[in-house]
């Protein structure tokens, strides 16, 4: 037994050696490989879809910043994701959300102020300029960084008309033509359409739709030159005060009167949206020209090349075509990007910033990794054939299989050094659609950068009359369209702004004013 329990004991110690030369959990790590490992981030990015990081892009950018990068699952509902983040303060070392997302994590203090950080920052500091200005605080603090900024006159909302139904009613020199449709035009294709094909493939046939998961109201706020407030004197009110407000109601009402309005319009959600799209059952819808471009690729698939939704400039009754306002664009950006106060490696976060806002992170994020993707040819930047061919087709499809454009940080709208497009998936070879929508749309840019983070405060009183504003809205807005005469609407829209009134638009009104003319005068200065 001494003998048994001797071997059990001498057994039991090797095992224990073993294990702690394994790397067991509590064994200390030698210094040398400690100093090898390298540091990590851990990012948050709205736009994930979640995907993981580590495309050849991402390993990419991690092995020339030497920074390990995480990016956290964004889930299904990044929206929804990032408020529970925000909400339980379980959020990363860096994150990129949407601008008007970054103001309640500033005005919490999560917010690192990347001022003081600025000398070790030379590739922002060269790449965003005077930019840097319009992102400040008034007190001069730097929170957040834009993506996609700077100013991009291309094209972005409008009229978007299936090529080869409208071909056949109105002839081909018309549909190529760049001249605007007038609403009595439109009307009048809709209903022409609806007479020649009431069914498709033994469904119904769709007029004219839209989508609430997609940006589809700035689209018909153009054709009337509605903006993101009504601006008179310098002095801001709801954009439902604009004269051209009710007028433009009307127009969707009278559409959804005489059955050229899809019904379902109020419950579509996205992928209801796209399988009516790609149905071959829709005569038009107002978006985007990018929001559909897989379902103009799989409608080319199916019914050939000439079955694609093209961009069409409409005006509104009485609006002339200077007067359109289709072209809004925030120079600021899309998103914000910003280090959070639990980031635990500062000078890791610094590197990989100031690597992503250089031409070469840039560079390396939207054309590739030279010698794969992309190669000189003549001195000049040239994509893949392959590559080249993918983003004609299919972009979506093309970022899924490249990796390339999927991770888009501090983005700079415009063309580098070599006068080469940073965006070269969509300016070095435009698609016919994106081609068709900047030469017809030419003119309607505008900058939103003026307009935007003018509400409230977060916990103020005024914040709390904008949210019950915007519900009475939200509520309200759909109502309008839905109503079943002139009459009904028009009462409908004196009581949305009685009701908005009770709520302190007034009030909440006066503070858009003060923080706008308080920007302006700081953008002066």
Known sequence: MKKYLAITILFIFLLAAGAGGCGAPGRTM???????????????????????????????IMRRTGVSIRVMDSTDDPGKREKLMFTYQDYPDLIKVELGA?????????????????????????M???MLSRMRDQDGSLYYLGNWYGKDPDAIFGFQIRYDYLTELVGRERADSDEPFTQTEFVELLRAFSQKYPEIDGEPSIPFTTCLDIACQPAIQGMYGIKKYYEQD??????????NYLQMIAFENSLYRE??????????????????????????????YWDIASENAALRARYGDEAFFACYKVLGEGVDASQTSYGGRN????????????????????KVINFLASEEGQYLMLWGIQGQDWDFVDNVRTPSPENLALFTQD???????????????????????????????????????????????AGDYWDESQYMELDPPEGSEESLMLYHIDSIYEKTYPRMINADSPKTLTELYHKLIRDMEMEGLSRVEALWTRNYQQRMKQWRD
């Open 30 to 60: 030698p210094e040398k490989e400690a100093q090898e490992q390298p540091p990590e981030l851990v990012l948050f990015d709205k736009n994930s879809e979640r995907h993981s990081f580590d495309d050849p892009i991402a390993r990419e």
């Open 102 to 126: 970054i103001t309640k994590y500033r005005d919490a203090g999560y917010l690192v102020d990347l001022n003081p950080y600025l000398p070790q920052l030379p590739a922002v500091t060269e």
């Open 128 to 130: 965003y300029g005077d």
């Open 234 to 243: 310098g002095q801001l009110s709801h954009p439902a005060r604009d004269p």
């Open 259 to 288: 059955g050229l309005l899809d019904k379902e319009w109020v419950v579509n959600r996205r992928s209801l949206y796209q399988d009516k799209l790609t149905s071959g059952r829709v005569f038009a819808t107002a978006c985007a």
């Open 331 to 350: 120079s600021i950006g899309w998103d914000a990007i910003a280090v959070t106060d639990h980031c635990a490696d500062m000078e890791a976060a610094l």
């Open 395 to 441: 972009i979506t499809q093309a970022v899924q299989k490249t990796g390339i454009r999927r991770w888009l940080w501090f983005i700079k709208n415009g063309n580098g050094s070599d006068g080469s497009p940073y965006d070269m998936m969509t300016k070095y070879n435009p698609t016919p659609e994106a081609s068709l929508a900047n030469r017809r749309m």
